[in-house]
């Protein structure tokens, strides 16, 4: 008999619709607890936040920060900002170190405070020098596990000094000359090493950092190919600490969803597709759009006699225009975001209509009315302001439904989201907002 719970684990999509119908029949969400820190934070991240919260009060509290650190930051920071104070206190017992670093930004300065008072003075002074950098530099993210060594020591004097150390964990030892920091030399190479051998016999080269160098450019420049797993930070010709390997790659993949482009369907073209595939590839949706472009017009060519009786019609159509494009290529950019990462899924697509038919109403009406006040005041034609308050409320809502749909339509269909989608959405978002526009203009004004 198969494991329901592996079954969910190994589908994604079916551990969203899963979750899903559980929270929306208030059924026992226990079983989450069976499933990896990486599933219940892809879970996490496909879900709205009332349904997140449900999660996270539902899994034990040891279980909150490995979870949240696989999450994107800002999902981190919304969920952690909307836990209850009861719920919140119990998981924040759990915090570590590391996370006091990452998430002071949306952390309360009184609970970082009275974590610094509850470690030791070492832990507490390391503490506050990294949190005196921006979360964007180097020092913010440098560790004190090391001891620093000279270039002629031998490796039976550098085995007493880490035995030393009792529970201090040291991931590397630095080693210097006279002058300066050469290189560096692992624990575990060093308990495999004859005591009298020397370090510049064991040691390694590594790249050494500044602390107020940004993290994401050090990402790119150093050889990140696991040779290192550590590396020197200095400050004003001091050590300050050392940067692992595994916060560069992190911080990689917090700017890589930045700008992340779908991995999950098939790829049209990439940075250097030959010149004649690549040219081909996009002559063909030019010419698709030209063809969606005289769509549009056709549309503004059936009110030719209102266009042409109410010149303030041809004015405004841009704004219209605008306005959808605009609203429509923010949601495409949320469900491209959420396809690359795997998030978006049949389970949940209406979730996703739903939120962002909301935020196309609200911000619609507001926009609608402040643009129908402006064009009040500009053509003293009451009636204008209104058409065109309509024409942007309903395009909005249109731009809503494009923007969510039209990509997860396109990536069914094997076609490339992020070359189509935008397309599309153009041709919808002209097309709607021509039609009202100015089939109201021809009703009312002419």
Known sequence: ?????????????????????????????????NLQDTEIANLIES???????????ALPAERYWPIARLLQYDTAKHLHRSLSESVLNERMSFVTESDIINYAGFLSESFVDEFLLSQSAGTATHLQQVLSYDDNKVGRYTEPCFIVANI?????????KLSEKGDNQIQVVIVHDQKQVIGIVSPSVLMLSEDNLRLREMMTQTPIVNDNDNIYDIGIQLPIDGSSQWFPVMAEGKILGVLSLVSIISALREQSLQAIVPENVKSE?????????????RAIWLIINLATAFAASAIIGIFDTAVEQVVALAILMPVVASMGGIAGSQTLAVSLRGIALNHLHTGNIKLLVK??????????????????LIVYLVFK????????????????IAAALSGTLIPFTLTKLKIDPAIAGSVVLTT?????????FLGLGALLLV
């Open 1 to 33: 008999m198969t494991d329901p719970v592996q079954a969910l684990v190994s589908d994604p999509q079916n551990l969203v619709t899963e979750a899903l119908s559980a929270l929306s029949n208030s059924q026992d969400l226990t079983y989450l607890n």
């Open 47 to 57: 879900v709205n936040l009332t349904q997140r919260i449900s999660i996270i009060e």
């Open 152 to 160: 002629q020591n031998s490796a039976g004097l550098i085995k007493k």
């Open 269 to 281: 073209e990439d940075l250097f597709t030959p010149l004649h595939v690549a040219a081909r590839l």
């Open 355 to 372: 939120k962002e038919l909301k935020i196309a109403a609200l911000n619609g009406l507001v926009m609608g009315a402040v643009i129908a």
């Open 381 to 396: 034609v009451a009636l204008l302001g209104l058409i065109i308050f309509f024409a942007i409320s309903i395009n909005s």
């Open 428 to 436: 919808v978002t002209d097309i709607v907002g021509f039609f009202v």
